[in-house]
């Protein structure tokens, strides 16, 4: 059974930073890729960023791009969202996905993914 665990999310002044961890298990982690996305109330979900099977292989929502950086550690694997320079936009409840990975895939469509966490809140204070 597969479980992902989002944790690092708060309450932080604008200008600030905070730092999401996403713990996985029951998947074959290293060949999976994951993604970070948003909803705020009254939101659709939103793409944030993803990472392939090989670290290198980013992809970021233009509004994060810049500001939020994506990683992940296979040794203890976990996917990581280092957010910096929040605003009151960024405001939302993130959640971590995976799916294996996958040639051609397109990591920043939500349907995509096979697994979900169950969020962690991040509000920005202005």
């Known amino acids: 059974q597969v479980h992902l665990v989002e944790s690092g999310g708060g309450l932080v002044q604008a200008g600030g930073s905070l730092r999401l961890s996403c713990a996985a298990s029951?998947?074959?982690?290293?060949?999976?890729?994951l993604g970070w996305f948003r909803q705020a109330p009254g939101k659709e979900r939103e793409f944030v960023a993803a990472?392939?099977?090989?670290?290198?292989?980013?992809v970021y929502a233009d509004s994060v791009k810049g500001r939020f950086t994506i990683s992940r550690d296979n040794t203890k694997n976990a996917v990581y969202l280092e957010m910096a320079s929040l605003n009151s936009e960024d405001t939302a409840t993130y959640s971590c996905?995976?799916?294996?990975?996958?040639?051609?895939?397109?990591?920043?469509?939500?349907?995509?993914?096979?697994?979900w966490g169950q969020g962690t809140q991040v509000t920005v204070s202005s």
């Open positions: 996905a995976a799916r294996r990975a996958a040639a051609g895939s397109t990591y920043t469509d939500s349907a995509w993914y096979t697994y």
């Open positions: 029951g998947l074959y982690f290293s060949a999976s890729a």
């Open positions: 990472v392939g099977w090989s670290s290198s292989n980013t």
